[in-house]
């Protein structure tokens, strides 16, 4: 069996054999120079990095436009890379999954070192520290996703996490932005070198997010004396220290077992998922569709790659803040975040079977193209009706990407305001056109407000997937005047009595939505919606075919048209 690690390389015809595109270049003196040299470090090692930005880099190493490659910084919590890259030396397997079947396989090898950055890790974090230490490093990139990045609960306080790394100060620093800020303390230390910041997380603003993170940690430190009033000044220093925004596009699900199983076939060994402590899910391969896009605020005050020649876009702040809000909400998440709620009371366990089904698709058209363009703005480095054919057409429908709506719909609370208050707003606000004819964005709520319930359509319990606010959202849905609803109380025993929820508590909630639903014109319409959803097994399905004017008959006559 081929092996994935530099013994397994050795063996270049067998992995030919397999179809499997190997690395151009001379690993060992990559690394060496990348430990002398090193210009490009990144926080969260995980998939998204693999997938999407370890790959750009080996295109300009294979193509001779880049001499070093990139330190993976696992982050404190994390256990990938003792569980996925030490073993492997630090290679993993690319396969890119086409709709058409097609899988397009590459060993990556553009990590040259792969560290712990935990100050409790002493060899680990001696390297990471030479590494900031250096003028050389150009940036710092970060997939931690946005709890990565949170140092506040709900309310506004700290959490107890960042109390404890604001006390601890930068030599004991344990959460990633306090890591990396310890980190950063450093480079100012040693010569304040200039550094870009780079968050390539999918959240609004990544990277203002990202730098008040930082500038939190270094102003809390240096209140109690344990860092430099300079290094806040360092930090908030834009002509030394850049945050530029981002917008990233890849999607990259969990490692499919059809996939592990298909590189069996081809010879290739040792590459079993493993499951963190945290429960997250890894392997040495990673599976991912081939759609990917990544626009970087050109901000780089180190320099950077030339990463336009591996297909990443940069434009000005603007241009990438348009681009991130017509994926984010009128193309893309709302469409994600439709199909996962009503995939979940549905039945479905893959987005693509969700797509096959006439209703939910006409479902995710109308959010998409009824509802989403009519107000979004072109950002002009990519058509936003060419960006969503694509998505409509070719990576929902993709049946060789094995995501599920399980998965998306996890954290729901914080993205729904997100995916869809900016287009209820616009449409409130635009004179052209009334927030309370929108129909599709509507829907999506109600069918979230009904997922909550963990009662599919069937009637049969489910577990709702991770929310940080799931506890406190149900709680509010199954109270009635302060007074506990005994019908939702026994979940089990069935659906509740609609009139004994009360659904107003959560769509009234302008923070959660960003906009007043109410007020927009739409509040007592989702509550009619929802109830809608309550009538009985099969109530789900009724109601999205009455408010898209879809029925039944005419689903099953294109269905049996598909099938034949």
């Known amino acids: 069996m081929l092996e994935l690690n530099e013994r397994g390389l050795g063996r270049i015809e067998a992995w030919q054999a397999a179809g499997v595109e190997l690395p151009r270049y001379d690993r060992g003196k990559i690394a060496e120079n990348t430990l002398d040299h090193p210009r490009w470090l990144h926080f969260g090692a995980g998939n998204i990095f693999r997938s999407l930005i370890a790959k750009?880099?080996?295109?300009?190493?294979?193509?001779?436009l880049a001499d070093t490659g990139i330190i993976a910084a696992g982050t404190p919590d994390s256990e990938s890379i003792d569980r996925v890259y030490r073993p492997h030396d630090n290679l993993t397997l690319l396969v890119e999954m086409a709709a058409d079947g097609h899988l397009r396989k590459e060993v990556l090898a553009s990590v040259a070192e792969a560290l712990c950055a935990d100050p409790f890790r002493t060899d680990d974090y001696a390297r990471l520290v030479r590494a900031f230490e250096n003028p050389s490093l150009q940036l710092v990139s970060f997939t931690v996703t946005e709890k990565g990045y949170a140092l506040t609960e709900a309310g506004g306080a700290y959490t107890e996490e960042a109390r404890r790394d604001f006390d601890a100060g930068p030599e004991r620093a344990e959460q990633v932005m306090a890591a990396a800020a310890a980190l950063a303390y450093r480079r100012y230390l040693k010569g304040a070198f200039p550094l870009a910041f780079v968050s390539l997380d999918n959240c609004p603003h990544n990277g203002d997010v990202l730098r008040t993170g930082l500038t939190t940690v270094a102003r809390e430190w240096a209140a109690r004396g344990l860092a430099e009033e300079g290094f806040v000044r360092y930090l908030e220093d834009r002509s030394r220290v850049s945050f530029p925004?981002?917008?990233?596009?890849?999607?990259?699900?969990?490692?499919?077992?059809?996939?592990?199983?298909?590189?069996?076939?081809?010879?290739?060994g040792g590459l079993e998922e493993t499951t963190s402590s945290r429960h997250t899910h890894a392997a040495p391969f990673v599976n991912a569709e081939t759609?990917?896009?990544?626009?970087?605020?050109?901000?780089?005050?180190a320099g950077r790659p030339p990463l336009e020649a591996a297909g990443i876009l940069f434009a000005d702040r603007e241009t990438v803040n348009r681009t991130d809000r017509m994926k984010v909400t009128a193309c893309l998440n709302p469409l994600h975040t439709a199909l996962a709620v009503t995939g979940c009371l549905l039945g479905y366990a893959r987005i693509a079977d969700e797509m096959r089904d006439p209703l939910l698709r006409?479902?995710?058209?109308?959010?998409?193209?009824?509802?989403?363009?009519?107000?979004?703005?072109?950002?002009?480095?990519?058509?936003?009706?060419?960006?969503?054919?694509?998505?409509?057409?070719?990576?929902?429908?993709?049946?060789?990407?094995?995501?599920?709506?399980?998965?998306?719909?996890?954290?729901?609370?914080?993205?729904i305001g997100i995916r869809f208050g900016h287009t209820i707003r616009a449409h409130k606000d635009r004179n052209d056109l009334d927030a309370a004819n929108l129909t599709a964005i509507p829907l999506a709520v109600a069918a979230w407000c009904r997922y909550l319930?963990?009662?599919?359509?069937?009637?049969?319990?489910?577990?709702?997937?991770?929310?940080?606010?799931?506890?406190?959202?149900?709680?509010?849905?199954?109270?009635?005047?302060?007074?506990?609803?005994?019908?939702?109380?026994?979940?089990?025993?069935?659906?509740?009595?609609?009139?004994?929820?009360?659904?107003?508590?959560?769509?009234?909630?302008?923070?959660?939505?960003?906009?007043?639903?109410?007020?927009?014109?739409?509040?007592?319409?989702?509550?009619?919606?929802?109830?809608?959803?309550?009538?009985?097994?099969?109530a789900v399905r009724r109601t999205l075919e009455r408010e898209l004017g879809y029925e039944a008959a005419e689903a099953s006559s294109i269905e049996r048209s598909e099938r034949s």
């Open 245 to 268: 925004l981002t917008m990233i596009d890849k999607i990259t699900p969990r490692p499919s077992a059809a996939i592990r199983e298909e590189l069996t076939k081809l010879g290739i």
């Open 56 to 64: 750009a880099q080996q295109k300009l190493l294979n193509e001779g």
């Open 453 to 538: 319930l963990g009662i599919d359509d069937t009637g049969t319990p489910f577990e709702p997937s991770p929310d940080p606010r799931l506890d406190e959202l149900r709680e509010r849905l199954l109270r009635q005047d302060g007074t506990q609803a005994k019908a939702a109380k026994a979940q089990t025993a069935g659906l509740p009595d609609a009139a004994a929820l009360n659904v107003r508590a959560i769509l009234a909630d302008t923070e959660l939505f960003g906009v007043d639903l109410y007020e927009a014109g739409l509040g007592a319409k989702i509550e009619g919606m929802f109830r809608g959803m309550l009538d009985g097994p099969g």
């Open 291 to 301: 759609a990917e896009y990544l626009v970087i605020e050109d901000d780089f005050p």
């Open 362 to 415: 006409r479902l995710a058209e109308r959010i998409g193209r009824d509802e989403g363009l009519p107000v979004v703005e072109d950002p002009g480095i990519l058509p936003p009706e060419k960006f969503l054919d694509e998505v409509l057409n070719e990576r929902l429908p993709n049946p060789f990407i094995p995501d599920t709506p399980q998965r998306i719909a996890s954290d729901t609370s914080k993205k």
